[in-house]
């Protein structure tokens, strides 16, 4: 993975969030109540699967 691979995966990542709050910003809100009210356990399991899928998707589409 290059660098401008990296930074071209982060302004998906932003494009797509900019989209999100765009588009329903009442949505938006909810989700971010909901995730300040989670446990530390509930966003650390959060955290664990989403660096999970993501590592094992960008290994799929590098090497599949």
Known sequence: MTLTGLLQ?????LALEGIAYALAPAAMRRAL???AEAS???LRLG???????GVALAWALKNG
């Open 47 to 53: 955290g664990l699967v989403a660096a999970v899928l």
């Open 40 to 42: 530390e356990q509930r």
């Open 33 to 35: 109540l909901a995730i």
């Open 9 to 13: 995966g982060v302004a998906v990542v």
